[in-house]
């Protein structure tokens, strides 16, 4: 009774009251909702990222670090995209069962084809994308790959549970198909429309849209526009059907409403991830309002 009582109050001093559940920490909400299909109540996630940040410059809390400490899987976007904050929030979490290089991290970015990966390192030029676009999220047709990755990471950590995880997954699959059948049929008609982008973080989207990018804001990925930047991005619109500016929720928004008065040219707030515009709280849900703030015209 007394060993009992012992190892109650040890699993209840360290948290682990379910050890059943795997704590499963992502880098991005968008991340977190897709464990959540796959995990279910097998698994208890966290976002260290919120949707209305940068997902470039995290500012940590200390909470992370505790979470990071409990940890029995982390999940990243990778790209180098959480490069400039994650690294020493691991070194102080010192977690040794989410090492790189150790089966309990996952580095989404290895599963997708990244786009505009650079031919030389452009980092020295202030580029935050030196590997290439990160944003892969923004593809739906993405989606199904990361899904299937978050899956077999669950039952490689967690095997006793791999049914779950993979009939888990195939139900997400069956219902992901079918919304992105919806979201394709509802993008057809903007196919190549000439768009504006602050960051090129909506390069996957405009992609599987078939939008035609002519411009972007900041004149190099993580560089604030000066002003012969936009003088030449009005010549670019003085000699285009510019149709859209699309704005994330986290840049100064001065630049695009400016553009948009003067030129005429509808802004449009983009949501980058889960949470960072209402009615967005889960995979499904983003998409969704993506697509309908793209079609509301
Ligand atoms: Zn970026």
């Known amino acids: 009774m007394k060993n009992i009582m012992i190892v109650l109050i040890s699993l209840i001093l360290t948290g682990s009251v379910f050890p059943d559940e795997l704590n499963v920490v992502t880098t991005y909400p968008y991340i977190a909702s897709i464990v959540e299909q796959i995990g279910k109540d097998k698994v208890n996630v966290f976002a260290l990222a919120n949707g209305e940040w940068d997902p470039h410059t995290i500012i940590p809390k200390p909470s992370f670090i505790a979470k990071l400490r409990k940890a ?17 929030l691991m070194r102080q979490a010192n977690n040794s069962k ?49 899904s299937t990755a978050i899956a077999h990471k669950l039952l490689e950590i967690d095997p006793v549970n791999k049914a779950t995880y993979e009939q888990n997954n195939n139900a997400f699959l069956e219902k992901f198909y079918q919304k992105e059948k919806e979201w394709t049929a509802a993008l057809e008609k903007l196919r190549g429309t000439k768009v504006i982008e602050y960051h090129k973080i ?25 002003s012969r930047h936009i003088e030449s991005l ?45 009615n967005t709280n889960n995979i499904f849900e983003f998409f969704d309002e993506i697509v309908r703030r793209l079609i509301d015209d």
Do not use: C
Not at 236 to 258: R, T, W
């Open 72 to 88: 029995d899987i982390l999940i990243l976007n990778g790209a180098q995209l959480e490069i400039g904050w994650l690294p020493p």
């Open 98 to 146: 989410i090492q790189v290089g150790t089966p309990g991290i996952l580095d989404l970015s290895k599963y997708v084809e990244l786009i505009e990966v650079p031919t030389a390192i452009s980092r020295a030029q202030g580029d935050v994308h030196p590997d290439g676009n990160p944003h892969f999220h923004l593809d739906f047709k993405n989606i199904p790959k990361i």
């Open 202 to 226: 909506y390069d996957y989207l405009l992609q599987r849209v078939g939008f035609q990018l002519v411009g972007t804001i900041e004149p190099v990925p993580g560089i604030s526009p000066t």
């Open 234 to 278: 009005e010549k670019i619109i003085s000699s285009n059907d510019v149709k859209y500016i699309l704005q994330d929720v986290y840049h100064p928004d001065d630049a695009s409403k400016y553009l948009s008065s003067k030129h005429k040219i509808k802004m449009i707030i983009i949501p980058h991830d889960i949470g960072s515009v209402s």
